[in-house]
């Protein structure tokens, strides 16, 4: 079928024309926005999201109106692609960010375009303490654009073996504040926003809409899944950090795939709020997370979508273990199958 394509803001110079007619075979705007995408690899990094949908910063149109991405487009349809005028996904890189991310913009497939994903992109990150923190450090470094950090509280001296973005000058104060402090000396161009805040059924929603990333390093089981049903709600993918004592268990949530509801359909009863932590088991927590988040938001390497990573850095064995949906999750058997 014959379908004219027009381009405008950001995308129109990305595609390099304002216009074009195609003739594509019969299927959904879904289907049609991945031709484009193979269509024009330069611009792929615009029109799709982490994983392979229609990108949700860009705002799609047929025939002069909001169009569902999986509806089958009508013939002759004219489909009008454009990216918000409030930021956008094209993000050139300074020279200076040139030289700070230049280490790791050789990593294969990485290379400057992973680079202007990760400044474009926003992850949430639910706490910033031995995990969080780690996770968070990592991401700032690596150059991501925006953190949204929750976490409530005041530094306490139990906290200091483990959350090394605190100080022992600022017990007593709030941790979000040093925690920002301390990341934008590390990297002055991060944007961040800080809610004072422990992730909960109230706030979850609002806050993972804002992110394209969702990091889960609290240690209650009630916030890990409060976060999971908004991040399944919203199809936004969710990497979640867990340890105790010595193990360490990292898994990722991608729309469709099985979430942390299916692997724990209720909170383990046993569970307590104060366990044995070193803070670099913590760290390696949230160091493996920020690898995850990094393949997401840049589309490279293997993430743990359809299983769990199983750490027990007390005998150094690592070992993968296969995740699968329960079709009687509560959170996750409404949306649909991703295979
Ligand atoms: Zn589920």
Redesign the pocket.
């Known amino acids: 079928m014959r379908i004219t394509v027009q381009y405008l803001a950001q995308i129109r110079r990305a595609v390099g024309c304002a216009e074009e007619i195609l003739d594509v075979p019969d299927g959904s705007l879904a289907d049609l926005v991945r031709h484009l995408a193979v269509k024009h690899p330069d611009a792929a990094r615009l029109f799709l999201g982490p994983t392979g949908e229609p990108s949700r910063s860009l705002l799609f149109f047929v025939n002069d109106a909001p169009f569902d991405a999986a509806a089958k487009l009508p013939a002759n349809a004219i489909v009008t692609i454009l990216t918000p005028m409030a930021g956008g996904s094209s993000v050139p890189l300074s020279e200076e960010e040139r030289a700070t991310y230049e280490w790791q913009m050789w990593v294969p497939h990485f290379g400057e375009e992973g680079q202007r994903k990760l400044k474009a992109a926003t992850v949430l990150v639910s706490r910033i303490g031995g995990v969080g923190g780690a996770l968070a450090q990592q991401l700032a470094a690596a150059g991501v654009g925006k953190l949204i950090l929750a976490h409530a509280g005041n530094v306490r001296a139990s906290d200091l073996n483990r959350q090394t973005l605190m100080s022992h000058a600022g017990l007593g104060q709030p941790r979000l504040g040093q925690a920002a402090r301390r990341l934008r000396e590390l990297n002055p161009r991060l944007e961040i926003e800080e809610i004072p805040e422990n992730i909960s059924p109230d706030n979850a929603r609002q806050l993972v809409a804002q992110a394209d990333v969702v990091a889960s390093c609290a240690p209650l089981f009630s916030e890990r899944l409060a976060l999971n049903a908004a991040a ?1 709600a919203l199809g936004k993918p969710l990497v979640d950090c867990a340890m105790y004592d010595f193990d360490v268990q990292i898994l990722t949530v991608i729309p469709g795939g ?5 692997l724990y359909p209720e909170p383990p009863a046993a569970w307590k709020r104060e366990f044995p932590v070193f803070g670099a088991v913590a760290a390696t927590a949230g160091c493996l997370g920020a690898v995850e988040v990094i393949k997401t938001l840049s589309g490279i390497g293997e993430r743990l979508d359809r299983q769990m990573l199983l750490a027990d850095l007390g005998s150094m064995i690592f070992r993968k273990l296969p995740r699968s ?2 079709p009687q ?1 509560r ?3 409404t949306s649909p199958m991703s295979d």
């Open positions: 399944v099985p979430c942390l509801q299916c949906r329960d999750c959170v996750c058997s």
